[in-house]
Antibody, heavy 126, light 108 residues
Framework: EVQLVESGGGLVQPGGSLRLSCAAS????????MTWVRQAPGKGLEWVAN????????YYVGSLKGRVTISRDNARNSLYLQVNSLRAEDAAVYYC???????????????????WGQGTLVTVSS | DIQMTQSPSSLSASVGDRVTITCRAS??????VNWYQHKPGKAPKLLIY???SLQSGVPSRLSGSGSGTDFALTISSLQPEDFATYYC??????????FGQGTKVEIK
């Protein structure tokens, strides 16, 4: 059974930093792109970042570039998200999730997020 | 970056109703669209990938359609467990993905 368990959330002061972790199990972690998605209170889902299987390709949402770093440790089956210079608008539930590429007509692949963790809550307040 | 405009933002419907949610992309994204269901306190759930393919285990009363810039999620006969918030998502190109604003489906 695929399981993704986030940790590391909590209360952080504005300007502070946080490192979120995600422990993966039930699948071959090193075979999959992984992603972070967040949801601020009362708002919709927002894609944050993707990382390739070997960690050598990373993509970020424009609004967070320079403040966030996605990384992974395939030996530990773990995904991470470092967020710096936290602002009130960064308060959210942060979800770790797995990306699967679906074949379409055997000619190309469309990525989708097929497994999600339960999320970890980040609160930013003084 | 590609914007996804989802509508309506909310709707009220009864059990058994046919419901359609739409998403419009700001540029041609072929069929790089997925749909998710999200209930409070739960992890989001993938329903449809590649615009029209049903994810394993998802009931057949749900369907997706569209290509290019216009996409739709249809629930043919709304069931009690379908009351939730639904999101479209574009995954065209690796650089930046985006979700629609969400549609909350409520009981009339």
């Amino acid at each position: 059974e695929v399981q993704l368990v986030e940790s590391g959330g909590g209360l952080v002061q504005p300007g502070g930093s946080l490192r979120l972790s995600c422990a993966a199990s039930g699948f071959i972690f090193s075979n999959y792109w992984m992603t972070w998605v967040r949801q601020a209170p009362g708002k919709g889902l927002e894609w944050v970042a993707n990382i390739k299987q070997d960690g050598n390709e990373k993509y970020y949402v424009g609004s967070l570039k320079g403040r966030v770093t996605i990384s992974r440790d395939n030996a530990r089956n773990s995904l991470y998200l470092q967020v710096n210079s936290l602002r009130a608008e960064d308060a959210a539930v942060y979800y770790c999730a797995r990306i699967t590429y679906y074949y379409v007509g055997a000619t190309y692949e469309v990525p989708g997020i097929d497994y999600w963790g339960q999320g970890t809550l980040v609160t930013v307040s003084s | 970056d590609i914007q996804m405009t989802q509508s309506p933002s909310s709707l009220s419907a009864s059990v058994g109703d046919r419901v359609t949610i739409t998403c419009r992309a700001s540029q041609n994204i072929k069929n790089y669209v997925n749909w998710y269901q999200h209930k409070p306190g739960k992890a989001p759930k993938l329903l449809i990938y590649a615009a029209s393919s049903l994810q394993s285990g998802v009931p057949s009363r749900l369907s997706g359609s569209g290509s290019g810039t216009d996409f739709a999620l249809t629930i043919s006969s709304l069931q009690p467990e379908d009351f939730a918030t639904y999101y479209c998502q574009q995954t065209y190109g690796a650089l930046e993905w985006t979700f629609g604003q969400g549609t909350k489906v409520e009981i009339k």
